[in-house]
């Protein structure tokens, strides 16, 4: 299987602020990594497929970038309604495996 | 509108067998590309992908739980079943089905649309 780890595991940060997510996959995964949201006690929601491409109604101030084994997720602004939990996934080879998961708190 | 409902039981006794059901509409399942996973979440943890079932029967499963686990498609209706045996208080969690599907044109599949999740508490 494909193991996935995300840095950092929890991160504090105020409204405005530009944060960066990491992932990581232990082995080559190409652009096959998607990014997801969840908010407490919600469905996750995906924001971006295929290591860079935003979903349609997905806010630009996210993005994403990378490949192979190394992969980010940028939200550039932070708004009130981004502090939550992100996901990364695979979906290079099944199982399709997340990652342990960004919690985005306010600071 | 694509909908996917989880259902099943609320609480299932240790070494019992869970069966949730995920009732869709709005896509089919018979169409290339689609598919529909099950992932779970135990409280306060991160999600877990659970299994897949694609369009052309093809079914998929998490390497530590594929012996437990079993997934299907009723004929002839909008569901997919999940069975998962011998449950234990650490299966303890929400279950969430969702469709997959690839992004237009491309071999990107990501979790477009979830389910609201269904509650499983293990206990005796």
């Known amino acids: 299987d494909t193991q996935m780890t995300q840095s950092p595991s929890s991160l504090s940060a105020s409204v405005g602020d530009r944060v960066t997510i990491t992932c990581r996959a232990s082995?080559?995964?190409?652009?096959?990594l998607n990014w997801y949201q969840q908010k407490p006690g919600k469905a996750p929601k995906v924001l971006i497929y295929?290591?860079?491409n935003l979903l349609s109604g997905v806010p630009s101030r996210f993005s994403g970038s990378g490949s192979g084994t190394e992969f980010t997720l940028t939200i550039s602004s932070l708004q009130p309604e981004d502090f939550a939990t992100y996901y990364c996934?695979?979906?290079?080879?099944?199982?399709?495996?997340f990652g342990p998961g960004t919690n985005l708190e306010i600071k | 509108q694509v909908t996917l409902t989880e259902s099943g039981p609320a609480l299932v006794k240790p070494t019992q067998t869970l069966t949730l059901t995920c009732t869709f509409s709005?896509?089919?399942?018979?169409?290339?590309?689609?598919?529909v996973t099950w992932v779970r979440q135990p409280p306060g943890k991160a999600l877990e992908y659970l299994a897949r079932?694609?369009?052309?029967?093809?079914?998929y499963y998490s390497t530590s739980l594929k012996t437990r686990l079993a997934i299907s498609k009723a004929a002839s209706k909008n569901e997919v079943v999940l069975t998962m045996t011998n449950m234990d208080p650490a299966d303890t969690g929400t279950y969430f089905c969702?469709?997959?599907?690839?992004?237009?044109?491309?071999?990107?599949?990501?979790?477009?649309?979830w389910g609201t999740g269904t509650t499983v508490t293990v206990s005796s």
């Open positions: 079932i694609d369009w052309d029967g093809d079914k």
């Open positions: 082995q080559s995964i190409s652009t096959y």
């Open positions: 295929g290591a860079s």
């Open positions: 969702a469709r997959v599907r690839p992004a237009a044109g491309t071999r990107y599949y990501y979790m477009d649309v």
């Open positions: 709005g896509f089919s399942l018979s169409s290339s590309g689609m598919c």
């Open positions: 996934q695979q979906s290079y080879s099944s199982p399709c495996t």
